[in-house]
């Protein structure tokens, strides 16, 4: 059975980073176009980045462009989410989903496998 952990949430001020990893097991990981996704309390589910493959095709939601970076190591079956200059609305649970031989979808019906996520607090 697939699996895909999530790790690196926590608290944070605002204005400060953290590095969010995905790794994933039992997954064609090469293979698959790999994405976050958050969900704040109250609100529904948005999609916050993707990558295809390689790791050369990048997107990002209009409210995290220039803050965030996704990255993978296709060698560690992970992914990372790297979050700087971060602001209280950022605050939310924090998902990774794979989508096998997929594209880089910003709807998460488009992803098959998900993580149980990590906590993302940003508060003073």
């Known amino acids: 059975q697939v699996q895909v952990v999530e790790s690196g949430g926590g608290s944070v001020q605002p204005g400060g980073s953290l590095r969010l990893s995905c790794t994933t097991s039992?997954?064609?990981?090469?293979?698959?176009?790999m994405g976050w996704f958050r969900q704040a309390p109250g609100k529904e589910r948005e999609w916050v980045s993707c990558?295809?493959?390689?790791?050369?095709?990048?997107r990002y939601a209009d409210s995290v462009k220039g803050r965030f970076t996704i990255s993978r190591d296709n060698a560690k079956n992970t992914v990372y989410l790297q979050m700087n200059t971060l602001k209280p609305e950022d605050t939310a649970m924090y998902y990774c989903?794979?989508?096998?031989?997929?594209?880089?979808?910003?709807?998460?019906?488009?992803?098959?496998?998900w993580g149980q996520g990590t906590q993302v607090t940003v508060s003073s």
């Open positions: 989903a794979a989508d096998v031989y997929g594209s880089c979808s910003t709807s998460s019906g488009a992803y098959e496998h």
């Open positions: 039992r997954l064609t990981f090469a293979k698959s176009v």
């Open positions: 990558i295809g493959l390689k790791g050369v095709t990048t």
